[in-house]
T-cell receptor, first 115, second 109 residues
Framework: GAVVSQHPSWVICKSGTSVKIECRSL??????MFWYRQFPKQSLMLMAT?????????EQGVEKDKFLINHASLTLSTLTVTSAHPEDSSFYIC???????????FGDGTRLSIL | KQEVTQIPAALSVPEGENLVLNCSFT??????LQWFRQDPGKGLTSLLL?????REQTSGRLNASLDKSSGRSTLYIAASQPGDSATYLC????????FGAGTILRVKS
C-alpha cells in the first residue's frame, strides 16, 4: 500500500488563488520531505526540501515567497503555491526519503491547472 | 552538477519483445540508482534499486544493471506486455535524487 499520501490529486482554480498541497507519511515519521515539479514530457525537478521544525531548503531558481513550504509535524508537509498564475500549472509530487538502502517513496502527485 | 540522460526518449514495440532502456549519468559518485515507472497523470512506482556497490538487481521480468565507473545503467524488460506501457524514469542519488527525462514505452498488442 501507499506509504506517502498526497492531496488533492487535481486542482483547477483561477489566477491569483493560493493553493495548498498536503503530503503525509503513513506509518512512519519523516523529518525530511522533498517537493518536485514536473512539466509535461519533462523530468522531475527538485524544488525544495522541507525539514520538520525548521526552514525549507530551496533549490536554485525556486522562489521562496511563491512556494511556501511548512513541515510542522513528523508526518505532514505542505506546499502552498501563492497567487498562482497559469505558468505555475504543473504536476507537483512529494516524496519521503528512505533509508540509504531503501527506495524513496513518492506520493501520487497533484495536477495543478491555473486558468 | 549531476546530469542524467535516458535513451531512447520513446520506444514502441510489439508484445512479447525483449527490450532495453538506457540511462547514463555524468557524476559516478552516487549512493544508488533507482528505476521508476510512471503512468500518465500518476505518481512514481519504484521498480528496482541498485546500490552503488551492486552490479544488478532483478524483479520478475525486470533486470537492471549498473556500471558506476562508466556512468551507465540499463533496464531490461523481458517478454513485454501491453501493461508495461508507461514512462520509465531513471534516477541517481547522492545528496538528492536527480532524474532523467524518461523513456516513454508503448507495447502494442
Amino acid at each position: 500500500g501507499a506509504v506517502v499520501s498526497q492531496h488533492p490529486s487535481w486542482v483547477i482554480c483561477k489566477s491569483g488563488t493560493s493553493v495548498k498541497i498536503e503530503c503525509r507519511s503513513l506509518d512512519f515519521q519523516a523529518t525530511t520531505m522533498f517537493w518536485y515539479r514536473q512539466f509535461p514530457k519533462q523530468s522531475l525537478m527538485l524544488m525544495a526540501t522541507s525539514n520538520e521544525g525548521s526552514k525549507a531548503t530551496y533549490e536554485q531558481g525556486v522562489e521562496k515567497d511563491k512556494f511556501l513550504i511548512n513541515h510542522a509535524s513528523l508526518t505532514l508537509s505542505t506546499l502552498t503555491v501563492t497567487s498562482a498564475h497559469p505558468e505555475d500549472s504543473s504536476f507537483y509530487i512529494c516524496s519521503a526519503p528512505a533509508r540509504s538502502n531503501q527506495p524513496q517513496h513518492f506520493g501520487d502527485g497533484t495536477r495543478l491547472s491555473i486558468l | 552538477k549531476q546530469e542524467v540522460t535516458q535513451i531512447p526518449a520513446a520506444l514502441s514495440v510489439p508484445e512479447g519483445e525483449n527490450l532495453v532502456l538506457n540511462c547514463s549519468f555524468t557524476d559516478s559518485a552516487i549512493y544508488n540508482l533507482q528505476w521508476f515507472r510512471q503512468d500518465p497523470g500518476k505518481g512514481l512506482t519504484s521498480l528496482l534499486l541498485i546500490q552503488s556497490s551492486q552490479r544488478e538487481q532483478t524483479s520478475g521480468r525486470l533486470n537492471a544493471s549498473l556500471d558506476k565507473s562508466s556512468g551507465r545503467s540499463t533496464l531490461y524488460i523481458a517478454a513485454s506486455q501491453p501493461g508495461d506501457s508507461a514512462t520509465y524514469l531513471c534516477a541517481v542519488r547522492k545528496n538528492k535524487l536527480v532524474f532523467g527525462a524518461g523513456t516513454i514505452l508503448r507495447v502494442k498488442s
